[in-house]
């Protein structure tokens, strides 16, 4: 099969993750070619061909149209698939234009940013909330972004997260990760903890970093919450801290709860896919940090219930997040939609 994969972004969240990933295992058995700014060439294996493409320029610019579509004609692929709103925004204006099948993958939930994919005749979608954002008479599947296997191997215990990050191990240990921007709600989880006897440690890197800490300078909460930075060694962390909590104020596929789901760590979460698919009414919080400290108290300080009631998710999910089961259900898409 030829694929042409299209990303018009190139930054360092989980949809550049997504693409370059997913291009990368789909290059082990297929012809694949990235069509990105330069910038994503640096993440992609020699297996992948990849052509530069300047996407900084407006999605009806006529020369950016013209030479994205000398490239497709020239490439003669039979998937063209478009990451996300703006390369789809392109693909919906050129597709009379080309013969390959076109393709487009929506990764967020937000209403405004499914209308787009209208003009389309395939979409994949990463999870049932984004799914349900796409209106009209259109092919959509559901496909779920998958994570690399997590070895089995030790990882750090929390006797030794505690003594790295100066922590009393009496407590429980909580886990919370992602970039340190407003769509994490970090905030909300913080100011959620003052009267919480938890302790919990934040990885991830960003522009509210001193924010976030002078909050909890504020809120004398130095002993008890930890800012780590950007880590390496995730997976290890995630094997020691006794739950996970997602306060997210919108996601468009969570990262975190499929790690979690993978180490079988509990996970509390706000009501954001593609967590509240899997996770019973019971462990969503609202997206305020009343809800969140009510849900935390319930359930990290009494950590066997919390294990309890979150294992209907990890059977439910239990090989749904991994890489092969993304990219074989990329590629049964792909096959379903050329057999028509």
């Not at 042409?4 to 694949?32: P, R, W, Y």
């Not at 039979?78 to 009379?96: E, F, M, P």
């Not at 919450?225 to 306060?247: F, H, N, P, Q, Y």
């Amino acid at each position: 099969m030829k694929i042409c994969q299209i990303v018009a972004s190139s930054g360092a969240g989980g949809l550049e993750k997504h693409v370059f990933e997913l291009c990368n295992e789909l290059a082990q058995t297929e012809d694949v070619t990235l069509i990105a700014p330069i910038e994503m060439q640096q993440h992609l294996s020699d297996k992948v061909r990849f052509i530069p493409l300047n996407f900084s320029r407006s999605r009806y610019n006529p020369l950016l149209l013209w030479e994205l579509l000398t490239i497709l004609r020239k490439g003669n692929y039979d998937i063209i698939h478009g990451q996300a709103n703006k390369a789809v925004s392109v693909l919906a204006t050129l597709q009379r234009y080309v013969s390959g099948k076109i393709v487009g993958t929506i990764h967020n939930s937000h209403a405004k940013k499914g209308r787009i994919f209208s003009k389309i005749k395939h979409v994949i979608a990463v999870s049932k909330e984004a799914a349900g954002r796409v209106t009209g008479d259109l092919n959509v599947s559901i496909v779920y972004n998958g994570i690399q296997e997590i070895s089995a191997g030790q990882g750090y215990s929390k006797e030794q997260l505690c003594e790295q990050f100066k922590l009393n191990n009496q407590r429980p240990l909580l886990c919370a990760i992602g970039r340190l921007v407003s769509a994490k709600g970090f905030d909300l989880l913080i100011a959620a903890l003052p009267n919480v006897d938890v302790n919990l440690l934040i990885i991830g890197d960003g522009q509210l970093k001193a924010e976030l800490q002078h909050q909890i300078d504020s809120l004398l909460l130095q002993s008890r919450v930890v800012l780590t930075g950007r880590r390496e060694d995730v997976a290890d962390i995630l094997k020691g801290v006794d739950g996970v909590v997602i306060s997210s104020r919108n996601e468009g596929f969570s990262y975190v709860f499929a790690e979690a789901m993978l180490l079988k760590k509990p996970v509390l979460s706000t009501d954001v896919p593609v967590a509240n698919e899997f996770l019973s009414a019971e462990l969503l919080m609202d997206k305020d940090a009343s809800s969140i400290a009510q849900k935390i108290t319930h359930y990290a300080l009494n950590l066997p219930v919390w294990i309890e009631r979150t294992q209907p998710a990890f059977a439910a999910t239990e090989g749904q997040f991994t890489l092969a089961a993304m990219v074989n259900n990329t590629l049964a898409v792909y096959k379903n939609i050329l057999a028509r």
